[in-house]
């Protein structure tokens, strides 16, 4: 209903203003090329919060001569509603582009960054394992670099976040220009402890797996020596059967009859 009175009512407005608001960033545009100076500097942070620097030419982004337009979606002024919303995440989560919130290190969708996305209120109260994880293993690494004293490596813990965690720390170039020696070292000592965890881990699940599969082979010679016994045991009565009915009938309806009074 909201979007039918937009149309009707106020659509001729909102998209003059729309209009109106494309001229003014294009003039801002303008006054930037004109007078900005031609090789700039930029510096952001990354979402490690990392600073970096970046420097680019004027004519690299927008040469001279170039005709460009501005245009103002209305969804960037007017806000997204629940339904909107619920809807664009769902055509996201359905298609192709499920992939930005594939999480490779548990091979699943990470559905704390799908909460996030969707304004679910307080989503980090339903934090998913591995992010506990992550946060842990970034704060033995921070307190190792630190020369604090960290907690032991357990057979419980995730070493595969750790290993993931530590691998990231160490391919930057910090690790080896800022860190000591004495750090490095206890890094990287920490690195092989959960290598070896996790290599014990996955040999127990392997011997777990092969037991099993030995377990498995067993009960079914069992059961197939079972059922050749019984198979031998029937075709050997229905033998002495036979021959009684062709040596001794009266015998064999003796032994019938006294099978059926023993049930």
Avoid: C
């Avoid at 942070?45 to 600073?51: E, I, R, W």
């Avoid at 359905?94 to 989503?123: C, H, R």
Wanted: hydrophobic content about 40%.
């Amino acid at each position: 209903m909201l979007q039918d009175v937009m149309d009707s009512q106020w659509g001729p407005k909102l998209r003059h203003y729309y209009k109106q608001m494309g001229k003014v960033y294009h003039r801002r545009m303008n006054r930037l090329k004109q007078f900005s100076p031609p090789v700039r500097t930029m510096r952001f942070a990354d979402s490690t919060g990392k600073v970096e620097v970046f420097r680019f030419h004027a004519d690299d982004i927008l040469p001279a001569g170039s005709d460009y337009y501005i245009t103002v979606e209305p969804s960037s002024i007017l806000p997204e509603t629940r339904r909107e919303r619920h809807a664009r995440m769902s055509e996201i989560l359905g298609g192709p582009l499920s992939g930005l919130y594939f999480n490779e290190k548990t091979q699943q969708i990470d559905w704390v960054a799908v909460a996030s996305d969707m304004q679910f209120g307080d989503y980090k109260g339903r934090e998913a394992q591995v992010v506990q994880d992550e946060k842990f293993a970034l704060g033995v690494i921070e307190a190792i670099k630190e020369g604090r004293a960290v907690p032991p490596v357990m057979p419980f813990q995730n070493h595969a976040v750790f290993i993931a965690e530590l691998e990231t720390q160490m391919n930057d170039d910090d690790f080896w220009i800022i860190l000591s020696e004495e750090t490095r070292q206890a890094m990287f000592q920490r690195w092989e402890e959960h290598q070896q965890k996790m290599s014990e881990a996955m040999q127990q699940q392997q011997q777990a797996a092969l037991d099993e599969e030995t377990a498995a082979v067993v009960r079914q010679a069992v059961q197939a020596s079972t059922a050749k016994v019984q198979a031998e045991v029937t075709e050997a009565t229905l033998t002495q059967v036979r021959s009684l009915a062709q040596t001794d009938p009266e015998a064999l309806r003796a032994l019938l009859m006294g099978e059926q009074e023993m049930q």
